[in-house]
């Protein structure tokens, strides 16, 4: 069998995202799939101010939800992540960030083959220690853990260069007409969008590997994970 590209279009602060990556992850692995995995940059917020803003806030400007639906949703948001095996803790994790420049960073992680292993690193800063990942401060702190020269990351997150790929990233999504995420790419050619089940992803990446011809093909699907 060939190895597997998977891409994941992702944004850092969409609570679908983590989801959606352990369940396709942990499908992955049942399947025993051998697989290279990348992230491609998707910012719901491209305007958001480098401070952020309270997920209360925000909510109620959006959509105009009470507290008392949004602590609902939460509620049910935290059980589906606790069943992907993801945690979030929104006692600690209350504002939405800017996340341009931690898109940048996975960018350069990439070239070091870092990152998954950044990805989850901020899983946790965030959704679990609600850690402002818009700071530069605590990007150098994953960075470093990671074994990665604090020099370097910083010349990294003021490269032009870097920002020059990034953009032409973000202008090969335009393609997709993506609507919400996460959403991933397999192998060039498949599209899926949503966080779907680990028994959804076993049962489409299996019709994938029995299509060697590439008849095979997944229809833009609708989901709720637009409200992050």
């Not at 396709?24 to 990348?38: C, K, P, S, V, Y």
């Not at 959006?62 to 509620?75: G, V």
Request: proline share 2%.
């Amino acid at each position: 069998m060939s190895k597997f590209k998977i891409e994941m279009i992702h944004d850092l602060v969409c609570s679908w995202c983590p989801i959606g990556y352990k369940n396709i992850m942990t499908a992955i692995n049942n399947l025993g799939l051998e697989f290279d995995f990348h992230f491609l940059p998707y910012e719901l917020n491209p305007n958001m101010d480098k401070k952020g803003e309270s997920i209360s806030s925000y909510f109620t400007r959006q959509y105009d939800w009470s507290e008392h639906k949004l602590n609902d949703y939460q509620t049910s948001l935290i059980n589906t992540a606790n069943k992907a095996g993801v945690s979030m803790n929104f006692n600690k994790r209350t504002h939405y960030f800017n996340t341009h420049a931690v898109h940048k960073l996975m960018h350069w992680a990439e070239k070091f083959n870092k990152q998954i292993a950044l990805n989850e690193k901020l899983i946790k800063a965030y959704f679990e220690q609600g850690l402002d990942i818009n700071n530069i401060d605590v990007l150098l702190n994953l960075t470093e853990e990671l074994g990665l020269d604090k020099t370097s990351t910083i010349q990294a997150l003021q490269s032009s260069k870097l920002e020059q790929e990034v953009n032409r990233k973000v202008e090969r999504l335009k393609a997709f007409k993506i609507r919400s995420i996460p959403a991933f790419i397999i192998n060039e050619n498949t599209f899926m969008s949503g966080s779907h089940s680990v028994g959804f992803f076993e049962e489409n990446l299996s019709k994938i590997i029995n299509d060697p011809e590439n008849q095979y093909a997944l229809k833009f699907k609708e989901t709720s994970d637009a409200i992050y």
